[in-house]
């Protein structure tokens, strides 16, 4: 079973902290993402990764950046977190050459910043 | 701009009924389609998918029909059941984005025993 585990369930932080979102998949994966989901707008890609020490920009990246030191870990940075960032964020990670371009997320970090 | 739109937000349905859950998109250039559920405080898992170049596919009690013409697409659940109350999100991939999702803002199924 493919595994995708997110650092914290819930996190509460606030203004101006600096704050990591750490991912790790056990899948080998080479491709991982982050989302953050918000009532009526669904999941909103961030940022993803196609490999180590590859990033590229999402639909929403601004405020975020991520690192990608190994396969199976994605990091999520917040530089300076602002309320606006209150969210629930989604890791999700997927094979290249998948058929089906399933992707595998992990549980959500409910994040709250104060 | 909402490249895939999921119109309705909430859908009550009666236990052993079908759930219709619909989706639309803009964009032609899309290779594949997903559909996630979604239960609250877990992450996302894939349910069903579908490639452009077919008009159905089904998995058990779940099918997904592509109208290319109309871009839109829908989820059959027949029967369905209680536990497929959750938030159901369609996904669309893009041609050559190797595998980025963009996803509709989700419409959240309730069955009623």
């Known amino acids: 079973d493919v595994k995708v585990t997110q650092s914290s369930r819930y996190l509460v932080k606030r203004t101006g902290e600096k704050v990591f979102l750490e991912c790790v998949q056990d899948m080998d994966h080479e491709n991982m993402f982050w989302y953050r989901q918000d009532p009526g707008l669904g999941l909103r890609l961030i940022y993803f990764?196609?490999?180590?020490?590859?990033?590229e920009k999402g639909d929403i990246p601004e405020g975020y950046s991520v690192s990608r030191e190994k396969k199976e870990r994605f990091s999520l940075i917040l530089e300076s977190a602002s309320t606006n960032q209150t969210s629930m964020y989604l890791c999700a990670s997927t094979s290249t050459g998948t058929d089906s371009y399933e992707q595998y997320f992990g549980p959500g970090t409910r994040l709250t910043v104060t | 701009d909402q490249q895939v739109k999921q119109n309705s937000p909430s859908l009550s349905v009666q236990e052993g009924r079908i759930s219709i859950l619909n989706c639309d998109y803009t964009n032609s250039m899309f290779d594949y389609f997903l559909w996630y559920k979604k239960y609250p405080a877990e992450g996302p898992t894939f349910l069903i998918s579908i490639s452009s170049i077919k008009d159905k596919n089904e998995d058990g009690r779940f099918t997904v029909f592509l109208n290319k013409s109309a871009k839109h697409l829908s989820l059959h659940i027949v029967p369905s059941q209680p536990g497929d109350s959750a938030v159901y999100f369609c996904a669309a991939i893009p041609y050559n984005q190797g595998g980025k999702l963009i996803f509709g803002q989700g419409t959240e199924l309730s069955v009623k025993p």
């Open positions: 990764s196609y490999d180590v020490k590859m990033k």
